[in-house]
């Protein structure tokens, strides 16, 4: 796990690429190396930070080049199945110096090109410097657990990386907010969504794309898919079958996952799916010491400390745990802000950063993590509408008002919601937008220059999800595929990856990999979501026996929640002033959103969540802006 910078320009940037990675030190502070060389008429520098998990020799450090000679990598991540691929390549010819994944990766891609790319078990960001081609090859994992930014070719020059503030510190240029993100944000809580980031001018190399830089011609591609879920096959396998091979592919996942050379820990929330993490891991080592990670709510009501112990107390884990606090947030805030490089949406972020801070104090180097299981089993709460047009489709509408009836028994769920979920599918265009907008009428737009957002093409409508014909009877599945690449997943992937990194921890999810995800795709819906309406209903069934029946069972829902209204009211005076030590933003009147907060402080005013994006958006501008401003250099 670690972090990488680099360059590819007619000018020679070396000494802003090695003074950039000093920012990124975090990500990898064992070892830190830059590497800059010259082809055709373009210097490429590639710049490494090394956190160390697998071979922790210096032969192993980044960049890495081949044997050959012809290859230099930089590479960020894991490949959790490196040893069964290397056996494949020696068999082939392959030359190894190292134990390392780094090598594998390399020798994988000299080897099979992209075709490697759905053999590695394993997240990753990558560049692989081909000199006999004279290209750049900028790769990133099917699910983008690891980040890619980088920026638009500009003066023969391109800039990329693994972070947000060392890519603007190398591409050495002042800060611009980039307008329809900030947009999307501020309104609708949208984010990391697509190839766009909160800064113009940079970008995503989104889940599961790449792209090519020519040397020869100075050409970049557009970003090319490698990989995109498939929907059009429905597995026929039983329930009992799909179980079976759930419950393997699973501990398979988690087996891999293990594989380390530093101390590992795991997140345990309560909830079902970091629970099934750590008793799989009780399942398949019986013996070794498992370290729990877990954020405890002060307020009981949202507290699920009660599940935390019973799993701790099951699998005999040394439990380790942390209950945060309005002043502790206000402390880290402008910290967790610049480690995370964008805004974020929501102060459930910061429990997680603390639950990464205590594994730090308490010597863990690597976390496993429940998250992707709600993307891929139909979690949350169940896409009832989704579920609903579903079945409707196939023409059984007593089965859908069954369904639904059923659905609707657990808490936190009503029969009408789930219809109002069907409308918000099927509405035309005009009409749902209307009654987007007249049920957030005004909440916290006042502040926002709308007409000067229009005026430079913002698009102030609604973005929706898109129902294929091709997918009729399958629509849950379609929801799946999409959280998994755009709106849900990507964001929850890079609050992981920004909190674990602040701390040099690298966090793994054994929930995703291509071979999980495939198959779960696949399944028919009702193995999803019960006819009960039961979420994640084949998942529960496999790890019957591995998991205690009381989490199984489990029919409420309560998340990774915190108190944010408290938390937010309780630092009301710093907020006040972070507004005001806000520079001036030519799209926001903050005196205005300065106003109606001081509302909401006294009470005139209902609190929603719209509230943090703004403190968190103004906030997190004003450290950019700190960061960039009379810090540019001449080279």
């Known amino acids: 796990m670690c972090g990488f910078l680099g360059f590819i320009s007619e000018v020679n940037y070396e000494s802003l690429l090695v003074d950039s990675l000093d920012t990124i030190k975090h990500r990898g502070p064992d070892k830190q190396l830059a590497l800059v060389q010259q082809s055709e008429s373009y210097y490429v520098g590639l710049g490494h930070n ?8 210096d032969e192993a450090s980044q960049p890495f080049t081949s044997a ?19 056996i494949e390549l020696l068999a082939i010819g392959l030359e190894f110096t190292t134990d390392s994944d780094t090598e594998v990766l390399l020798n994988a891609w000299i080897a099979w090109g992209l075709e490697a790319l759905p053999k590695f078990i394993g997240m990753f960001s990558f560049v692989m410097f081909d000199k006999a081609a004279k290209k750049l090859v900028l790769v990133r994992d099917a699910f983008g657990i690891k980040p890619f930014f980088y920026t638009s070719p500009q003066d023969k020059s391109i800039f990329f990386g693994s972070d947000m503030r060392g890519l603007l510190k190398i591409r050495n240029t002042s800060f611009e907010p980039n307008l329809q993100r900030a947009y999307d944000y501020l309104v609708h809580g949208d984010y990391d969504s697509n190839e766009s980031t909160f800064v113009e001018g940079v970008k995503h190399i989104v889940p599961g794309h790449y792209l090519e830089f020519n040397l020869t011609t100075g050409n970049m591609t557009e970003p090319k898919n490698w990989w995109q879920p498939d ?94 606090d309005s002043a502790e947030m206000q402390r880290d805030l402008d910290n967790m802000l610049l480690m995370q490089g964008e805004p974020f949406g929501s102060t459930s972020i910061y429990a997680q950063y603390r639950v990464f801070k205590l594994a730090k104090e308490s010597g863990i180097t ?12 139909a979690g949350y709460n169940g896409y009832p509408g989704r579920r609903l047009l579903s079945i409707l489709e196939t023409g059984n509408f007593i089965k859908a008002n069954s369904f639904l009836r059923n659905w609707a028994t657990f808490p936190g769920r009503n029969y009408t919601t789930a219809w109002k979920n069907l409308a918000g599918l099927k509405l035309p265009d005009w009409l749902y937008n209307r009654a987007q907008k007249t049920a957030s009428r005004d909440i916290y737009l006042s502040g926002l220059k709308l007409d000067y957002l229009a005026n430079r093409g913002v698009n102030l409508e609604i973005a929706r999800a898109t129902l294929c014909d091709d997918n009729k009877g399958k629509r849950v599945r379609e929801a799946l595929a999409d959280a998994i690449k755009s709106k849900g997943l990507p964001s929850l992937l890079r609050h992981g990856d920004r909190n674990s990194m602040a701390f040099s921890i690298e966090s793994r999810v054994p929930f995703l990999t291509l071979p999980m995800a495939e198959f779960l795709l696949s399944l028919p819906e009702d193995y999803l979501i019960s006819n009960k309406g039961v979420t994640k209903h084949i998942f529960r069934e496999a790890m019957r026996g591995i998991v205690p029946d009381s989490h199984l069972d489990r029919k409420d829902k309560i998340g990774f929640e915190t108190p944010e209204s408290e938390w937010l009211l309780g630092m009301s005076e710093a907020i006040e002033a972070w507004i005001n030590d806000t520079p001036d933003i030519p799209f926001i009147n903050k005196g205005e959103f300065l106003r109606e907060f001081e509302e909401v402080v006294a009470g005139k005013r209902k609190f929603d969540i719209r509230v943090w994006r703004w403190v968190n958006y103004l906030r997190w501008y004003t450290l950019m802006e700190m960061e960039t401003i009379d810090k540019t250099h001449s080279y």
């Open 231 to 324: 929907l059009s096959y429905t597995s026929t396998l039983s329930f009992n079958e799909a179980k079976d091979k759930l419950r393997t592919l699973f501990l398979d996942s988690v087996k891999l996952h293990l594989r380390s050379d530093v101390p590992l820990g795991i997140a345990l929330s309560g909830g079902v799916d970091s629970s099934a993490v750590v008793c799989a891991v009780r399942h398949l080592e019986p013996d070794i010491p498992i370290h729990t990670f877990s954020y405890i709510a002060s307020d009981n009501r949202i507290s699920e400390e009660i599940w935390v112990d019973l799993i701790n107390k099951d699998v005999k884990a040394i439990e380790h745990k942390v209950i945060a």
């Open 50 to 57: 090394r956190l160390s998990i697998i071979d922790l020799s």
């Open 68 to 86: 050959c000679g012809n290859y230099n990598v930089v590479f960020n991540g894991e490949i959790y199945n490196y040893k069964e691929l290397r």
């Open 366 to 377: 690597v976390t496993l993590d429940g998250q992707g299981a709600d993307e891929l089993l």
